[in-house]
């Protein structure tokens, strides 16, 4: 009767794989974020909210959510751009420019960094036709939208291009066959199945942007209240031996990325609905 | 399975069946997309070869030989050999466990193994120094062992595996769940033992996923700076990786070297890419043909 145990199940190492699994998970992964909480848990209510809400803080808040929001808006707009041109499109170089999309996935942040920071500093590549205009971009809030645009881009990309591929052809043609114009099918056919995944890679895009340490540090010129990101304040105040400081505002940012989380798994439910 | 019209993929149905724009907007849209990638992508990709190399070959080359970039070419080749593997053990055995069986809290489980890809680097480093460090939960008992793991190498590892964790995992839960259990079945039902069912059915079916994983992991594994960075100690020659020792020869306005060590990291996300491309087709083709 060994069928009918483990829910009708034959395969062996049930037992073993979840055990392994488990355990690993909670040894590298819950106990050592736990321990954020717990050294949180120190703190009064009232130092973890003068910790948080300190200006130079509320400041690096600014700039790294403000410049997040910024960088998401631009990966969405050029994201569904690039992906709807290498669904429908042919054209030659397809395959590579396809297979570059990933390269900030794959290439090393603090190699990014370093790239971006010489190519729009005011003697760098692009740098050099801003400067004129009055523009700075390297070491300014501006560098920051470079760099997370840059790693964001992917997300964007990646979460759209398979919406795009599954879309039916036959829709578009019903909607033509009904008389639909090419804009009124892209806007009221081809748009609304597209929106849930759309928002999806910008929430990752965001949330990628918030994170980001390697790539924006060159960059950004790290000046405090203006250029200065959240992240990088959790590793001054580490270095300056504040721990409690840098505990208390790294729990803001776990808070807000589980939050990010949360609304991720539920846009994903929402397009996998589409998708049926 | 399925209908036989879903097997062709979309891209070889005839061209002419598809609605789309004039030709002069399809141009238009295709070169503001290259224009937008070009700026982003593929600039600064040739500016870290184009910085690397212009000084020439022979300035370049004895960059790559400087004692501090050896070791921590070598410091990050440990890494990757420990991380790697580790991380593709507990991937493989995730993935059998939730791909082929159904339990309660299946998705809080896949949750909670996504979860270092949704936390900074910063404060996956942050995390072992409030718990391995001096004023750390366990620091005074290790200090008084003289056993060091954070601002050393062991720190850099455990930094290393938390935020490559995810990898491999996720990638072959649904490749494993779209795969299903009947070959498996099959097998144990023709009397193969469990670990023979594993090496001789599974594993080749999810060989591709596992490519696909590791190369990805590799990546990050090698190229991670944020979590590493608060947990290494800078130590030049001891606990530099390669990412590290970029950003140290950057700031000490060493740039031909930066970024010639810098180009090591680029060539290995080129691999990446390349690897990748061929696995992501292989595991079409293989999904495909069921």
Redesign the interface.
């Known amino acids: 009767m060994k069928l009918f145990k483990?829910?009708n199940?034959?395969?062996?190492?049930?037992g073993l794989?979840?055990g392994?699994?488990?355990f690993?998970?909670s040894v590298?992964?819950?106990?050592?974020?736990s321990?954020?909480v717990f050294?949180t848990a120190g703190l009064t209510w009232g130092e973890f909210i003068s910790t948080v809400t300190a200006p130079r803080v509320m400041a690096s808040y600014k700039v790294t959510f403000g410049a997040a929001i910024i960088a998401a808006l631009i990966n969405s707009i050029?994201g569904v751009?690039?992906a709807?041109?290498?669904?429908?499109?042919?054209?030659p170089g397809r395959?590579i420019?396809?297979?570059?999309?990933?390269?900030?996935?794959?290439?090393?942040?603090?190699?990014?960094g370093?790239?971006?920071a010489?190519?729009y500093s005011p003697n760098g590549?692009?740098g050099r036709y801003l400067e004129p205009h009055g523009i700075k971009a390297a070491f300014t809030p501006f560098g920051i939208v470079l760099a997370m645009?840059?790693i964001g881009?992917p997300f964007v990309v990646r979460t759209v291009q398979p919406v795009i591929?599954e879309i039916e052809?036959e829709l578009?043609?019903a909607a033509?066959c009904l008389g639909a114009n090419?804009r009124q099918?892209l806007q009221r056919i081809i748009f609304p199945m597209l929106l849930p995944s759309i928002l999806t890679g910008f929430a990752l895009s965001f949330?990628r942007g918030?994170?980001?340490?390697?790539s924006i540090i060159?960059i950004a010129g790290n000046m405090p209240m203006v250029s200065e990101i959240t992240?990088?304040l959790?590793?001054t105040k580490?270095e300056q031996?504040d721990?409690q400081g840098?505990?208390a505002i790294?729990c803001v940012?776990?808070l807000t990325?589980?939050l990010?989380?949360l609304v991720i798994?539920l846009l994903q439910k929402w397009s996998r609905r589409y998708a049926e | 399975m399925s209908a036989p019209v879903a097997i062709i993929p979309?891209s070889q149905?005839p061209?002419g069946?598809?609605?789309?724009?004039p030709a002069a907007v399809?141009w238009l849209?295709?070169a503001?997309?290259?224009a937008?990638?070009t700026?982003?992508?593929?600039?600064?990709?040739a500016?870290?070869f184009s910085?690397a190399f212009e000084k020439g070959l022979s300035v370049y080359l004895t960059a790559l030989q400087e004692p501090d970039t050896l070791s921590s070419i070598k410091l990050t080749l440990i890494t990757a050999a420990l991380t790697v593997p580790l991380n593709l053990f507990?991937g493989v055995?995730?993935a059998?466990?939730?791909a082929?069986?159904?339990?309660p809290g299946k998705n809080l489980?896949i949750?909670?193994?996504?979860?270092?890809f949704?936390?900074?680097?910063?404060?996956s480093g942050?995390?072992?120094?409030?718990?391995f460090?001096l004023?750390?939960?366990i620091g005074p008992w290790l200090q008084a062992h003289d056993i060091k793991i954070v601002f050393a190498v062991p720190g850099i590892i455990?930094a290393t595996?938390?935020v490559t964790?995810p990898f491999v995992a996720r990638e072959l839960i649904p490749l494993m769940e779209a795969q299903g259990?009947d070959e498996?079945?099959a097998a144990?039902?023709l009397g193969a033992s469990?670990l023979q069912?594993?090496f001789r059915v599974t594993l080749p079916n999810i060989k591709w996923g596992i490519i696909y994983g590791v190369i990805?992991c590799n990546?990050r594994t090698?190229?991670?700076?944020?979590a590493v960075?608060?947990v290494s100690g800078h130590i030049r020659g001891m606990t530099n990786t390669?990412?590290?020792h970029?950003?140290i020869l950057?700031n000490e306005y060493n740039?031909t070297a930066?970024?010639a060590v810098?180009s090591l990291?680029?060539f290995?996300?080129?691999i990446?890419?390349?690897v990748?491309?061929v696995a992501e087709w292989k595991v079409r083709l293989q999904l495909g043909n069921e």
């Open positions: 483990r829910h199940n034959v395969l062996p190492g049930f794989s979840i392994f699994t488990i690993y998970l590298i992964v819950l106990i050592p974020l321990s954020l050294r050029f751009l690039v709807w041109v290498l669904v429908r499109y042919r054209f395959r420019v396809d297979a570059l999309v990933d390269l900030p996935f794959a290439l090393p942040t603090a190699v990014a370093i790239t971006l010489t190519i590549w692009v645009t840059f881009l591929e052809v578009e043609e033509v090419r099918t949330a918030v994170g980001e340490y390697g060159f992240p990088l959790i590793i580490l031996f721990y840098a505990t790294a940012m776990l990325s589980f990010m989380l798994n | 979309r149905n061209k069946r598809l609605q789309t724009e399809r849209l295709i503001i997309a290259l937008f990638l700026l982003f992508l593929a600039l600064p990709l500016a870290v910085q507990f055995t995730a059998w466990a939730i082929k069986f159904s339990f489980l949750t909670l193994i996504d979860l270092p949704s936390v900074s680097p910063v404060i942050l995390i072992y120094v409030l718990i460090g004023q750390g939960w455990l595996i938390f964790f259990k498996e079945e144990l039902v469990g069912t594993f990805l990546a090698m190229g991670e700076f944020g960075s608060v390669v990412p590290l970029v950003e950057y740039y930066a970024f810098a990291l680029a290995l996300a080129l990446t890419l390349a990748k491309s």
